[in-house]
């Protein structure tokens, strides 16, 4: 069995590195018949090229030259597949058009949930990460010393691994507009206009940008929502979708523009919720989906196959920023499905809560049998408030909870230390 696997291993090997040469040597027999087609034709060359100036390509850069940068970054096959879908977009009719081999892009971010987008930036070759933008490194653990957030850390780990050297900036604030912090924003915002970018990518960066910013890349600048607009614009829309009782979520990639969350719509993305789906697992789900499915719009849209849409304001919703007391629950009196509502939306902060004898208990765990809550969501999570005769909703398979200053625990070790509390 071991001899097999091994002549199996050598097999597709020796495929592997046929089927490689073959591909360079194409490549390379293409790269010099391009040579040979600009030396004759090409507008940015002698001969023919001021002759037909104007009328031999409808693109920037024209498609010889874009069919040497694809092949120094695709090889045969895919230099094949681009720079033929590229000529038969060529008319002498077509309106003069940018279009790139590869996209140059900014990565904005804050956020340590949304690192895949960076991780997926690297990985995909054909978008060229030239710089990323973040937040200040600050205080952090006992002794208060300063820690670069984890996109900084990422960055850096990456151009260990790779030799690269992509830049990170960290402005405290890109508002010209303010004294204290208008060298960082101008020597940042000089930065950009010196890089030219074809797009501008934020996720979860938490500060807005001004206009000033937003105008400098070629495309424009594309922003990710977690909501389908213009439904839940605004701070929350993850958690609004729970409490609103939706069983599915969705993402928005979008040109921004100076207007909070108002922006053209460039695609939207559904992602079914499932009955034990919390804003955890959800964050989960996005991290792992949307990255992909963005760049993917992004490509379509420097290709000039996507146009952007814009929102209906008359349907327009709006979520607010969240406050604690929002997750303050009464576990004798609100019905089951309000409560699991407030857990799935809450998960991550701040966690629904109660007050018993004058103390917080966290509601850190819940699953539910779904067959049974479909039945009797409408009555409370527990019944009777005396110590002896508290009965836990039959919906409920497993429960964990956290009273202020103790470990969390199980709804059996719970009930134990609620009664002795009320012996007291």
Same mark, same amino acid.
């Given at each position: 069995?071991?001899?097999?696997?091994?002549?199996?291993?050598?097999?597709?090997?020796?495929?592997?590195?046929?089927?490689?040469?073959?591909?360079?040597?194409?490549?390379?027999?293409?790269?010099?018949?391009?040579?040979?087609?600009?030396?004759?034709?090409?507008?940015?060359?002698?001969?023919?090229?001021?002759?037909?100036?104007?009328?031999?390509?409808?693109?920037?850069?024209?498609?010889?030259?874009?069919?040497?940068?694809?092949?120094?970054?695709?090889?045969?096959?895919?230099?094949?597949?681009?720079?033929?879908?590229?000529?038969?977009?060529?008319?002498?009719?077509?309106?003069?058009?940018?279009?790139?081999?590869?996209?140059?892009?900014?990565?904005?971010?804050?956020?340590?949930?949304?690192?895949?987008?960076?991780?997926?930036?690297?990985?995909?070759?054909?978008?060229?990460?030239?710089?990323?933008?973040?937040?200040?490194?600050?205080?952090?653990?006992?002794?208060?010393?300063?820690?670069?957030?984890?996109?900084?850390?990422?960055?850096?780990?990456?151009?260990?691994?790779?030799?690269?050297?992509?830049?990170?900036?960290?402005?405290?604030?890109?508002?010209?507009?303010?004294?204290?912090?208008?060298?960082?924003?101008?020597?940042?915002?000089?930065?950009?206009?010196?890089?030219?970018?074809?797009?501008?990518?934020?996720?979860?960066?938490?500060?807005?940008?001004?206009?000033?910013?937003?105008?400098?890349?070629?495309?424009?600048?594309?922003?990710?929502?977690?909501?389908?607009?213009?439904?839940?614009?605004?701070?929350?829309?993850?958690?609004?979708?729970?409490?609103?009782?939706?069983?599915?979520?969705?993402?928005? *990639?979008?040109?921004? /523009?100076?207007? +909070?969350?108002?922006?053209?719509?460039?695609?939207? !993305?559904? =992602? @079914?919720?499932? %009955?034990?789906?919390?804003?955890?697992?959800?964050?989960?789900?996005?991290?792992?989906?949307?990255?992909?499915?963005?760049?993917?719009?992004?490509?379509?849209?420097?290709?000039?196959?996507?146009?952007?849409?814009?929102?209906?304001?008359?349907?327009?919703?709006?979520?607010?920023?969240?406050?604690?007391?929002?997750?303050?629950?009464?576990?004798?009196?609100?019905?089951?499905?309000?409560?699991?509502?407030?857990?799935?939306?809450?998960?991550?902060?701040?966690?629904?809560?109660?007050?018993?004898?004058?103390?917080? *208990?966290?509601?850190? /765990?819940?699953? +539910?049998?779904?067959?049974?809550?479909?039945?009797? !969501?409408? =009555? @409370?999570?527990? %019944?009777?408030?005396?110590?002896?005769?508290?009965?836990?909703?039959?919906?409920?398979?497993?429960?964990?909870?956290?009273?202020?200053?103790?470990?969390?625990?199980?709804?059996?070790?719970?009930?134990?230390?609620?009664?002795?509390?009320?012996?007291?």
């Amino acid at each position: 069995m071991n001899w097999s696997i091994k002549i199996i291993k050598k097999i597709w090997q020796w495929i592997y590195h046929v089927f490689s040469f073959f591909n360079r040597l194409l490549a390379l027999l293409m790269q010099w018949l391009i040579y040979i087609y600009q030396i004759i034709f090409s507008p940015s060359v002698w001969l023919l090229g001021h002759i037909l100036w104007r009328n031999v390509c409808c693109h920037t850069p024209h498609c010889s030259q874009f069919g040497l940068e694809v092949f120094k970054r695709y090889w045969f096959i895919r230099w094949f597949h681009y720079t033929m879908e590229r000529v038969s977009s060529c008319t002498w009719w077509t309106k003069k058009v940018y279009d790139p081999a590869h996209i140059r892009l900014v990565y904005f971010s804050w956020s340590p949930i949304w690192v895949p987008f960076l991780h997926a930036l690297v990985a995909d070759d054909r978008f060229e990460l030239i710089w990323v933008v973040t937040q200040p490194a600050v205080p952090y653990g006992r002794w208060m010393n300063y820690r670069d957030n984890i996109i900084a850390q990422e960055v850096s780990a990456y151009n260990k691994k790779t030799n690269r050297s992509i830049p990170v900036y960290t402005p405290s604030s890109l508002k010209t507009t303010h004294k204290k912090y208008w060298d960082d924003a101008q020597s940042c915002i000089s930065c950009l206009q010196a890089l030219q970018p074809d797009i501008i990518l934020v996720v979860a960066y938490w500060k807005i940008l001004p206009r000033q910013v937003l105008d400098i890349p070629i495309f424009g600048t594309i922003n990710v929502h977690w909501s389908l607009l213009p439904k839940f614009r605004w701070a929350s829309p993850l958690q609004s979708v729970f409490l609103d009782d939706h069983d599915a979520a969705w993402f928005t *990639v979008m040109k921004m /523009s100076e207007w +909070l969350d108002e922006w053209a719509i460039l695609s939207s !993305h559904p =992602l @079914p919720i499932q %009955f034990d789906r919390t804003v955890l697992t959800l964050i989960e789900q996005l991290s792992s989906k949307a990255p992909k499915q963005t760049l993917e719009t992004i490509w379509s849209y420097c290709k000039w196959r996507v146009d952007p849409i814009p929102q209906d304001d008359t349907e327009a919703t709006f979520c607010w920023k969240i406050a604690k007391e929002e997750a303050e629950i009464d576990w004798f009196t609100d019905s089951l499905s309000e409560i699991y509502k407030k857990y799935q939306a809450y998960a991550l902060w701040p966690k629904i809560y109660t007050h018993l004898y004058n103390k917080i *208990v966290i509601i850190e /765990s819940m699953i +539910l049998h779904q067959a049974v809550y479909s039945a009797t !969501h409408h =009555l @409370p999570l527990f %019944f009777q408030e005396k110590w002896w005769s508290i009965v836990l909703h039959q919906a409920v398979k497993s429960l964990y909870v956290k009273p202020a200053w103790k470990k969390s625990m199980h709804w059996d070790e719970f009930i134990r230390w609620y009664a002795d509390k009320s012996k007291k």
